[in-house]
């Protein structure tokens, strides 16, 4: 059953209050402060690219998909930060956008049952 009122959230403050609960997990130590930098981060540049002012309900499966498309195109802030200390190399992109493995599965991780693929 649909709600008598509708709460038209913007993209900001649907950002706002999913950074608040990621302070909050950190607060209890289910996340680490660099972890929740990061998540912190990389919601302000979707906010970004979606538009602040933009109602949820308002964006279409085309629209998400462009805005993933983009952020995973935008370069990571994390290795331009080490250039600029003296470090080297040029900044990573994101090569994921979900949050699927990224890494190999070790044969321990097979074991456990842990990766999609046991080649």
């Known amino acids: 059953m649909r709600p ?27 996340l680490s402060p660099s972890t929740a930098e990061v998540y912190a981060r990389d919601v302000a540049t ?5 538009g602040a002012d933009v109602v949820l309900d308002d964006l279409t499966g085309e629209d998400v998909d462009a805005i993933l498309l983009a952020f995973a195109r935008r370069p990571d802030g994390r290795k331009g930060v080490a250039r600029e200390k003296g470090g080297r190399g040029s900044p ?3 090569r994921r956008v979900s949050a699927g493995r990224s890494r190999r ?12 693929s046991t080649r």
């Open 4 to 30: 008598a009122e509708l709460d038209r959230l913007t993209v900001a403050e649907a950002a706002d209050r999913y950074v608040e609960l990621v302070r909050a997990r950190t607060l209890t130590g289910a």
């Open 105 to 116: 599965c070790s044969s321990t991780r097979r074991w456990r049952g842990g990766c999609r």
């Open 92 to 94: 990573r992109r994101r």
């Open 46 to 50: 979707l906010v970004e690219l979606a």
